[in-house]
């Protein structure tokens, strides 16, 4: 079985920055991509990020230039640098994976969610 396991999120004010980070667990041989959607209220989950195991990295037009995402491909982990947080970032971020587990093949995982408030 192979769990994400996400943290990180909380409350922040407009301009403020905060690190979301998930770690991949189970019986993993890769993972690719790894990254980060995010679903607000009322509205459908959208990518927010996604970064390959060679290092190419997808992100939402909404989010480039302040949000950056990085891997460990070695520790299966993904962190989620946002900096200048706007109230329109308020969502719950889930980490999602696609993984190669010994037994199943391909699999998609998605993390529990983690809650970003942005707000004054």
């Known amino acids: 079985q192979v769990q994400l396991v996400e943290s990180g999120g909380g409350l922040v004010q407009p301009g403020g920055s905060l690190r979301l980070s998930c770690a991949a667990s189970g019986s993993i041989f890769s993972v690719n991509p790894m990254g980060w959607y995010r679903q607000a209220p009322g509205k459908e989950r959208e990518l927010v990020a996604t970064?390959?195991?060679?290092?190419?990295?997808n992100y939402a037009d909404s989010v480039k230039g302040r949000f950056t995402i990085s891997r460990d491909n070695a520790k299966n982990t993904v962190d989620l640098q946002m900096n200048s947080l706007k109230p329109e970032d308020t969502a719950v971020y889930y980490c999602y994976a696609r993984a190669i587990v010994a037994g199943r093949g391909n699999v998609e995982v998605w993390g529990q969610g983690t809650l970003v408030t942005v707000s004054s």
């Open positions: 970064s390959t195991l060679g290092g190419t990295t």
